[in-house]
């Protein structure tokens, strides 16, 4: 029986990253919140701007904006003259007025009820287990337009919290105009060690066989109740374990899934169950020490071998290609080789699909078990480049492919 090789490789890390992101919310909601005088006080408005402004350039650009939640829903509306950035003004005279008037009320039944700009923790009944999502909203979010979904599922020993910082998938959203949803995992302890059953993969979740593919259909359903979720838009991806759960909502979900991004996870089953085509866009790195590239056994966190025998990308990329009816050679595209990083990234396109489908592998030559275009959060993961930015290929990949029946 296969099992999970990361479970004890994330433990720390995800203790870390929650730390870290907990400290730099609290600094930004004291210097907007803490005690009336904020608003009162030029020298705090001023803190908090330039907290703001990461890049000191005068003005807070909307990415920017998604890396603090509260403070964006405070600031909604704010740039007044739409240039695409908050001035100092500007952002002065929205947190005043935010500390003068009163949240308005949510209407019942519709769908901003409850649901407005930021995080938002959600919990749904499978089976006898309760589960819980996490959703990002952008402020670009219109509740009155049918919106698209991303499914981020976290890597084996890891949690929201760490792909959150791993992937910045939040301030994609906030760009391309997305809701972005954190599902977690269950293990022995609640927001630590948790992993998901991707089929043959991976740790307690696959031995316990937890229904993550039902979690992910009724979160989808929960989801649906509180936003206007465009259900032809609805796409996943994940690293590690988290991309082997992507593949396989792609396979046994194809009927509400559009397209999959997997990053450093393969396949882990014979082949796909896909009632109708699932376009796929699958990275990995040829250096990957934890999920290697030809398959087999990795290295675990301490440096021993790993305990899941993994399958191969290449397998992973011809079942796809048999199954969505593909063609049986590659276009093969070298990337521009734009950074200095000792990495080269190959794009290999199996297209003429079944309703258009096409199965995309993008080849990092020397990568490691990282997410292209973000540095790696702790040094054992290998090297991530610098040339691509896995971010926005999928989001250009999500966008071409919408569910076709």
């Not at 698209?148 to 599922?153: E, G």
């Not at 376009?279 to 899941?308: E, I, L, S, Y």
């Not at 990234?345 to 078990?369: A, F, M, Q, Y």
């Not at 790696?376 to 993961?381: D, G, H, K, N």
């Amino acid at each position: 029986m296969k099992e999970t090789f990361f479970r004890n490789g994330m433990i720390s890390v995800s203790s870390l990253l929650f730390m870290k992101g907990l400290v730099s919310t609290l600094l930004v909601v004291f210097s907007f919140f803490s005690a009336n005088s904020t608003a009162q006080d030029g020298s705090r408005l001023r803190l908090g701007f330039e907290r703001l402004d990461g890049d000191g350039n005068g003005g807070i650009s909307l990415a920017e904006l998604e890396t603090a939640p509260q403070a964006a829903l405070r600031l909604k509306g704010a740039d007044t003259n739409d240039d695409g950035t908050i001035s100092f003004p500007e952002f002065a005279t929205a947190i005043v007025r935010s500390m003068e008037t009163p949240s308005p009320s949510p209407v019942p039944g519709s769908h901003n009820e409850g649901f407005g700009v930021g995080d938002h923790t959600r919990k749904v009944n499978v089976g006898n287990l309760e589960r819980r999502y996490q959703v990002h909203v952008p402020s670009s979010y219109d509740p009155d337009q049918p919106t698209p979904v991303v499914i981020v599922f976290h890597g084996g020993g890891g949690n929201p919290q760490s792909m959150i910082q791993l992937t910045g998938m939040n301030a994609k959203s906030g760009v391309a105009g997305f809701l972005v949803v954190y599902p977690y995992g269950t293990g022995p302890e609640l927001d630590r060690r948790l992993t998901f059953n991707g089929g043959e993969c991976c740790g307690s979740a696959m031995h316990n066989d937890v229904n993550d593919v039902g979690f992910t259909s009724a979160l989808l359903d929960d989801l649906a109740t509180v936003a206007n979720v465009d259900e032809d838009r609805i796409y996943a991806t994940g690293l590690s374990n988290g991309g082997i759960m992507a593949h396989y909502v792609g396979s046994e979900l194809a009927d509400r899934i559009a397209a999959i991004a997997p990053v450093g996870g393969p396949l882990m089953m014979e082949a796909p169950n896909n009632v109708r085509p699932v376009p796929v866009m699958h990275f990995h790195g040829t250096g990957d020490a934890f999920a290697p590239f030809n398959g087999g056994f990795g290295q675990n966190a301490a440096g021993g071998r790993g305990v899941t025998d993994f399958r191969s990308v290449e397998h992973t990329v011809q079942q796809w290609v048999k199954a969505n009816g593909c063609s049986g050679e590659p276009v093969v595209e070298p990337l521009p080789d734009s950074a200095d990083d000792g990495m080269t990234v190959v794009r290999k396109t199996w297209g003429n699909g079944t309703n258009d489908s096409e199965v995309v592998l993008i080849e990092i030559e020397g990568g490691g078990h990282t997410w292209p275009g973000k540095q790696p959060t702790v040094a054992l993961l290998g090297a991530s480049t610098m040339d691509i930015s896995a971010n926005d290929l999928m989001w250009e990949f999500f966008q071409k492919h919408p569910r076709r029946k």
